[in-house]
């Protein structure tokens, strides 16, 4: 139902001029009109002619005169002009996509989802000067435990808000220092080589020492952020392209920005990112209504939002509320403590046994058995008998006390482990008992302690002034 709908390339750019002293004008209006293009790859002279012009339609032709062209190379004809991309990694990065049926600005908060998703340009905004920076507090470049957003059940009806889409990936501080450049986990891990190629594409950041927060996401076809798929990248087992979104920025030019409000913040980083660039990108702001943004973000299948207020302050390592995150589906740690044995013609095991701390004890959430391939059970498998114990590590289940569908016969057949490993699992819902519905085995996290998996309670915020 589109005219030429679908993903585009800036092709060629480049300056014309109207050939002799002909009028643009009065060519327009008699439908015929000649110019030379001066184009990075179209070049000589080209003529503009009108082919119909029933009603409202205004169609034109656009044909070689005056000699032939001397043809591209195949490469360099499948090759933006601006980027450098074919046409398949513009459509798998889906960031230039054509509707020539696009809906009204009532509707623009979904182009802006799509902007969001994949924003590189520039804002003409204002910038904290490098002279600017010398009022602020000195600091090395060095980790800062990333601040934390809180669960809500729904966006708060008070206070100066922004939104920018919930990734479903690997937080990531990125640490430039002396010229070295390491990406950290959430819990000091290098990512270097976990995420290889990653540091180097940092190295197109404008600055000479900073610290970045920011996430590591894997998109699919779709440009959906995908933690299972992150991980299957990890296994080898299938490829996708890997981002890295920055969000804010901690340390600049050894001062700290911590104390600067969070719009401040972003507009800095702004101006050190790379305006074009394949692997870095700006995870703008989504803007609009955020409960019209939930819809739309619920629809494409996306994890959530994140919002901030404008001018709160970084926190280090706190979930004050400052930051809150609005959840689209049910998704969240949980730390592993056996498993089943397999069943039919499955091999290694049958389901992970998973729980989570409350009130100092490790208590049973449930049993996944879904979301594995061949190669994930194996390599779960080889981790988890090395950690076997001989006992139920959960505070509430024993071989003794069977329940939540586990017979005190088939506990007697479960593999025990020692509760240290952590694994993402989507779900529907938890039951009225604090089980877990329809749950599906994501990937593991080693971005996270286990002694910090709780459960993730929603907290009603939505009335309360901040």
């Known amino acids: 139902g589109q005219y030429g709908g679908g993903t585009v390339m800036v092709w060629d750019r480049g300056t014309y001029e109207v050939t002799h002293a002909e ?113 602020l507090p000195k600091a090395r470049a060095a980790f800062v435990e990333p601040m934390k957003p809180r669960l809500v059940e729904e966006p708060p009806t008070a206070g100066d808000w922004l939104y920018e889409l919930k990734f479903d990936g690997i937080r990531a501080l990125v640490i430039k220092n002396r010229g070295k450049i390491e990406l950290l986990s959430r819990n000091q891990n290098n990512l270097n080589k976990r995420f290889l190629g990653m540091a180097s594409a940092c190295a197109a950041i404008a600055a000479d020492e900073y610290v970045i927060d920011s996430e590591v996401v894997a998109l699919d076809d779709e440009g959906r952020s995908s933690f299972q798929l992150l991980q299957n990248m990890e296994n080898a087992s299938e490829r996708a392209p890997l981002l890295l979104y920055a969000f804010d920025l901690l340390q600049l030019g050894g001062r700290s920005l911590l104390g600067l409000p969070l719009v401040e913040r972003r507009e800095a980083l702004r101006e050190i990112l790379p305006e074009e660039n394949d692997v870095i990108r700006f995870s703008d702001e989504l803007g609009g209504n955020p409960k019209l943004l939930l819809q739309e973000v619920e629809r494409r299948g996306l994890e959530g939002i994140v919002g901030k207020q404008r001018r709160s302050l970084y926190e280090a390592g706190r979930r004050s509320g400052a930051w809150i995150k609005i959840k689209c589906v049910n998704e969240q740690e949980f730390v592993i403590g056996g498993f089943t044995p397999p069943a039919g013609a499955r091999k290694y095991f049958g389901a992970l046994l998973v729980g989570h701390r409350e009130g100092g004890k490790f208590v049973f959430a449930g049993k996944v058995g879904t979301g594995f391939n061949e190669k994930s059970l194996a390599t779960l498998h080889r981790i988890l008998v090395k950690m076997k114990i001989d006992h139920s590590p959960f505070d509430d289940l024993s071989a003794r006390t069977g329940f939540a569908g586990l017979t005190p016969g088939e506990l007697r ?18 039951t009225h008992d604090g089980k877990l519905r329809q749950p599906v085995f994501l990937g593991l996290r080693e971005d996270k302690k286990p002694a910090g998996i709780k459960r993730e309670k929603a907290a009603a915020i939505s009335k309360r002034k901040r």
Request: net charge positive.
């Open 413 to 430: 057949r479960c593999t025990w482990a020692r509760p240290q490993l952590i694994c993402q699992v989507k779900f529907s819902e938890w």
């Open 23 to 135: 009028s643009p004008l009065a060519g327009l209006r008699a439908g015929k009109f000649h110019v030379i293009l001066h184009g990075e790859k179209i070049q000589g002279e080209w003529a503009l002619i009108r082919i119909k012009n029933e009603g409202d339609k205004n169609q034109w032709l656009l044909m070689k005169t005056g000699g032939g062209m001397k043809p591209l190379s195949a490469k360099r004809d499948d090759q933006s002009v601006t980027s450098g991309r074919t046409m398949k990694q513009i459509a798998s990065d889906r960031d230039a996509e054509w509707q020539s049926n696009r809906p009204g600005k009532k509707d623009s908060f979904k182009a802006r989802i799509a902007r969001a998703a994949s924003s590189k340009g520039k804002k003409k905004r204002e910038t904290i000067e490098p002279n600017g920076l010398g009022k």
